[in-house]
């Protein structure tokens, strides 16, 4: 007779749980080890939102959750198991007294058929947009504007924009300083140098978070956040942070740089990417199962 149980998270798993990414997702999410790892050391994902399936002593699923306002988002690699997952999810919102369970998967995947089966809708899609860097961008900031990197004394009027600028974003997460520190400032391929603030006198008015790499794939620079203020929207500022972080990229050897971007972004910063030469290259699908 098999056994199987729902268990917190452990450093021993961490080659599993990367296996299990690779089988479910294949170069859509390039996780390994070390970023595995990496959310064991998160602060703010709690041990009991980090779940392995263990069937007889092999890791046969993850699955963690992220609760938030009316919702729990459950991010999950549990190839044949998924259900197993998505149970978990729903009992969370309903002994949090919550409503809703989201859960993202690339678009066409198993398991959007698996939530559309059990009641889920699709809520909102996000693409990744990516560009080929044959020659190093040039990023020209409108006059007026004084442009420098990341420091230490910057983390809270940094955090403070990126809330004001993402306000009207109803899929933004609202930055608390130790959401700061553990996803931003101590993810993976985090370096000051490449962090850029653009000031208006002592007004910051739009920033440009980069990173070395996302994930597991270290050939490929990322964009983590790119905002502009409502006052100082429309003058050309999103355009020449955005190129001008590809040049920092650049300058690092990189030659692909990414980003993600929700379809109902309302800042208009589709159309930005792609004016300035990236492309769509993989889709994400929010599903939503509304328990209330």
């Known amino acids: ?133 044959v020659d190093r961008p040039n990023g020209t900031f409108p006059s007026g504007f004084t442009v420098r990197t990341y420091r230490d004394e910057d983390a809270d009027v940094l955090r403070e924009t990126m809330n004001q600028a993402f306000s009207a974003d109803t899929t933004w997460h609202t930055v608390s300083p130790p959401i700061f520190r553990d996803f931003y400032l101590r993810a993976r391929g985090f370096d000051p140098a490449l962090w850029l603030l653009a000031w208006d006198a002592d007004d910051l008015a739009g920033f440009s978070l980069a990173y070395l790499q996302r994930g597991a794939d270290a050939t490929r620079g990322w964009v983590g956040t790119l905002g502009v203020r409502g006052p100082w929207r429309r003058r050309g500022l999103g355009e020449a942070l955005l190129r001008s972080s590809f040049a920092a990229l650049h300058d690092r050897g990189l030659r692909r740089v990414a980003l993600s971007v929700s379809s109902q ?28």
Request: proline share 4%; hydrophobic share 40%; net charge negative.
């Open 265 to 292: 972004n309302v800042t208009g910063a589709l159309r930005l990417y792609e004016r300035a030469g990236m492309h769509k290259v993989a889709q994400t699908d929010n599903w939503v199962l509304d328990l209330s």
């Open 1 to 133: 007779m098999s056994s199987s149980l729902l268990r917190e998270l452990g450093e021993d798993d961490a080659e599993a749980v990367a296996a299990l990414f690779t089988k479910s997702f294949g170069e859509s999410r390039q996780v390994d080890s070390d970023e595995i790892l990496s959310w064991l050391a998160n602060e703010e994902l709690l041990p009991e939102w980090r779940r392995v399936l263990d069937v007889d002593g092999v890791v046969a699923g993850y699955g963690d959750i992220w609760p938030e306002g009316d919702d729990v988002e459950l991010d999950v690699a549990a190839p044949g198991r998924w259900t197993v997952f998505l149970e978990w999810a729903e009992d969370e919102v309903r002994r949090r007294g919550l409503r809703r369970v989201r859960t993202s998967p690339p678009a066409g995947h198993e398991l959007a058929d698996i939530c559309a089966a059990r009641g889920y809708k699709p809520a909102r899609s996000s693409f990744t947009m990516e560009i080929d860097l």
